[in-house]
C-alpha cells in the first residue's frame, strides 16, 4: 500500500521560506511523478508543481519564481522549499503521487502551514 | 491557463436520489480530466480518471462521462458518505482544478 507523510514546520515567518518533506512508503521514487498542491482554508486546490522519476521539474507558472522541488531516491522523500511567503500562503499542503502524468491517485494526509509573524 | 468551471456551486439532495455534476473547461481537454472527492479535514480522494474510469475501489454508483469541454459525474443513488465536496481537474501546461462542488443533506 502506498503512503506518503508530509513533514515541517507549521508556522513560518513572512518573507522566510517555507520547507516541507513527504516520506513515501509502499514505492520508490524511481516512477512516476510526485506532486505537491496545497489547500487555503475554506477554499479550493492549487497545483504547485512536480518532480519526475528521472529528477526534472514542472512547476506553476503562477509560483515558478519562488518553487523548488528536489527528490532523494535513497530516503524516499521529495522535499518544497517555497520562497518569499506572505499569508496568502497559509494553506494545507499536500503531497501526492502522480500517475498517467497527470492523476493524482495517493495523497498525504496534508500538514497545516500557517504564515505569521 | 485552462478554466475549468464546476455547476453547481452546492448541490442539495437526499439520500437515495440521483446527483449529477457538471465541469466545463474553458477549451478542449480531450478525455483528461480526473474527479476527485474530499470530505472535511481529509485529503482528495481519486474518484474517475481519463473522464469515464473509476479508480480502484470507487463504488459502481460513481460514474464520469464527457469529453472535450464538458463533463458530469454522475452518482446514480445517494449515500450518506457521498456528501462531500467534489473537484475536477485537468491537465495541461499546468494541473488545474474547479472551484468544487459541494454536495450536502437536503
Known amino acids: 500500500q502506498v503512503q506518503l507523510q508530509e513533514s515541517g514546520p507549521g508556522l513560518v515567518k513572512p518573507s522566510e521560506t517555507l520547507s516541507l518533506t513527504c516520506t513515501v512508503s509502499g514505492d520508490s521514487l524511481s516512477s512516476y511523478h510526485w506532486s505537491w498542491i496545497r489547500q487555503p482554508p475554506g477554499k479550493g486546490l492549487e497545483w504547485i508543481g512536480y518532480?519526475?522519476?528521472?529528477?526534472?521539474?514542472h512547476y506553476n507558472p503562477s509560483l515558478k519564481s519562488r518553487v523548488t522541488i528536489s527528490g532523494d531516491t535513497s530516503k524516499k522523500q521529495f522535499s518544497l522549499n517555497l520562497s518569499s511567503v506572505t499569508a496568502a500562503d497559509t494553506a494545507v499542503y499536500y503531497c501526492?503521487?502522480?500517475?498517467?502524468?497527470?492523476?493524482?491517485?495517493?495523497w498525504g494526509q496534508g500538514i497545516l502551514v500557517t504564515v505569521s509573524s | 491557463e485552462i478554466v475549468l468551471t464546476q455547476s453547481p456551486a452546492t448541490l442539495s439532495l437526499s439520500p437515495g436520489e440521483r446527483a449529477t455534476l457538471s465541469c466545463r473547461a474553458s477549451q478542449s481537454v480531450g478525455s483528461y480530466l480526473v474527479w476527485y472527492q474530499q470530505k472535511p479535514g481529509q485529503a482528495p480522494r481519486l474518484l474517475i480518471y481519463?473522464?469515464?474510469n473509476r479508480a480502484t475501489g470507487i463504488p459502481a454508483r460513481f460514474s464520469g462521462s464527457g469529453s472535450g469541454t464538458d463533463f458530469t459525474l454522475t452518482i446514480s443513488s445517494l449515500e450518506p458518505e457521498d456528501f462531500a465536496v467534489y473537484y475536477c481537474q485537468q491537465r495541461s501546461d499546468r494541473y488545474t482544478f474547479g472551484q468544487g462542488t459541494k454536495l450536502e443533506i437536503k
Open positions: 501526492a503521487r502522480t500517475s498517467g502524468t497527470y492523476i493524482l491517485d495517493y
Open positions: 518532480i519526475h522519476y528521472s529528477g526534472g521539474t
Open positions: 481519463d473522464a469515464s
